[in-house]
């Protein structure tokens, strides 16, 4: 079965610096996806980035972007120039057939 | 944002009563899911449905039944809820399966005691 693990459960950073957020995923399938989604305080899943696991070049959203290491199976997400509106839960997902989330890391902006 | 409502948006209920949670879509998206959130958990997959009245079940799908009689509406219900069954739960909608991107709806908690 694929699961997805986030190993940091809350994380800080310093509004205006860069945080790495990471996830490890364990899958036999050759073709699939990867997100991120972000969830406020609102509870909202809201999509941050999608990577195709066929696509070498990592994905890009404006100050949000990932680096996919596909043979070591890691799906970190980098959030550039934090703001304080980046603050939330962020979950890794992954999918094949299926949509797999991870436990989920509890981001803290600092002003 | 996608066109996808839920309700209620949050319900107390008590043991053993059964519960029907709605989710609407505008998008006309063929696939469907519900899912449930509970701390240390992430989101899990009950039940999904890939066309009307075509339903299949998830990874925790013990004491729930779905249905979809619509196109736009896919129904999540406790027959008979339990405690262990108070959770976050979310709808989500996708075009094409699996080689799309999931969108989810805004959520609704139940409280079972």
């Known amino acids: 079965a694929q699961t997805v693990t986030q190993s940091q459960p809350e994380m800080s950073v310093q509004e205006a610096e860069t945080v790495t957020l990471s996830c490890t995923y364990d899958t036999s399938e050759s073709d699939y996806y990867l997100f991120w989604y972000k969830q406020p305080p609102s509870r909202q899943m809201i999509l941050v980035i999608r990577q195709e696991a066929y696509k070498q070049q990592n994905a890009t959203e404006n100050r949000f972007s990932v680096n996919f290491q596909k043979a070591a199976k890691s799906f970190s997400l980098k959030i550039s120039d934090s703001q304080l509106g980046d603050a939330a839960m962020y979950f890794c997902a992954y999918r094949a057939q299926k949509l797999v989330f991870g436990q989920g890391t509890r981001l803290t902006i600092n002003p | 944002d996608a066109g996808i409502t839920q309700s209620p948006r949050h319900k107390v209920t008590e043991t053993g009563t059964p519960v029907t949670l709605r989710c609407h879509q505008t998008e006309n998206h063929r696939y469907m899911y519900w899912y449930r959130q509970d701390p240390g958990h992430g989101l899990r997959l009950i039940h999904y449905s890939y066309g009307v009245k075509d339903t299949d079940k998830g990874e925790v799908s013990d004491g729930y039944s779905v249905s979809r009689s619509k196109t736009e509406d896919f129904l999540l219900t406790l027959e008979s809820a339990t405690s262990s069954q108070t959770s976050v739960y979310f709808c989500?909608?996708?075009?094409?399966?699996?080689?799309?991107?999931?969108?989810f709806g805004p959520g609704t908690r139940l409280t079972v005691l």
């Open positions: 989500a909608i996708s075009d094409r399966g699996s080689t799309d991107t999931q969108y």
